[in-house]
């Protein structure tokens, strides 16, 4: 079975642009979490999508968000990039109480 | 409030030596999940073990071993026999169970263990 699958893997913005990053999960996996981390801050939550509604939310501002599609696909946005929005961004698929990870975006905001 | 803490920053031991990973988690919750993640260079977290808050068994599984200590709430890991492969960062992360809602894991700061041939 394939693994969460992550595009793309590496991205260069500048300041003030937008970004999206995509997460497949493994089949079957109807849960998808977001995840970013930081040198400085380590890993943290951003946000939860389940059959293609938000169910729970990290503390990170209104320019990160995010949808799931009907196949449970999911998508994360960043408006209007700061510096400090360089980071791995790791999707994260579960089923029942399991999370597998995908392999990351690594964003570089210039 | 809950806290996670991984103490150690960094650790090294050379191949074949057994290593323990400390976390504590401290929490007024009962009921709660805790995960174990290994990142090696890559990036990928891969997963490792779950243990169950109400389960004090430890578990064995290969060269992974868990012990839990209600008392301090403490969740230590052990690798056996160490191998070079296994140098990575080594994460805990607790997740609470909440009725119908699901909640995000917290991430301890992790621990970079170093294996030398």
């Known amino acids: 079975k394939a693994g969460v699958t992550q595009t793309p893997r590496y991205l260069i913005k500048t300041r003030g642009q937008q970004v999206t990053l995509s997460c497949s999960p493994i089949s079957g996996h109807r849960s998808v979490s977001w995840y970013q981390q930081t040198p400085g801050q380590g890993l943290q939550f951003l946000f939860e999508?389940?059959?293609?509604?938000?169910?729970n939310k990290g503390n990170f501002p209104g320019r990160f968000s995010g949808r799931q599609f009907s196949n449970s696909r999911s998508e994360m946005n960043v408006s209007t990039l700061e510096l400090g929005d360089s980071a791995l961004y790791l999707c994260?698929?579960?089923?029942?109480?399991?999370?597998?990870f995908g392999p990351g975006t690594r964003l570089l905001v210039l | 409030a809950q806290k996670v803490t991984q103490a150690q920053t960094e650790i090294s031991v050379v191949e074949k030596e057994d290593v323990t990973l400390d976390c504590v988690y401290e929490?007024?919750?009962?009921?709660?999940?805790l995960f174990w993640y290994k990142q090696p260079p890559s990036g990928e977290l891969v997963f490792l073990i779950r243990r169950n808050s109400f389960d004090e068994q430890n578990e064995i599984s290969g060269r992974y071993s868990w012990n839990f200590q209600k008392s301090t709430s403490s969740f230590n890991f052990t690798i056996t026999a160490s191998q070079v492969v296994d140098s990575a960062v080594y994460f805990c992360?607790?997740?609470?169970?909440?009725?119908?809602?699901?909640?995000?894991?917290?991430f301890g700061k992790g621990t970079h263990l170093i294996i030398q041939p």
């Open positions: 994260a698929s579960s089923l029942d109480r399991e999370r597998h």
């Open positions: 999508y389940f059959s293609e509604t938000q169910r």
């Open positions: 992360a607790p997740r609470v169970r909440s009725g119908g809602g699901a909640d995000g894991l917290t």
């Open positions: 929490t007024r919750d009962t009921t709660y999940y």
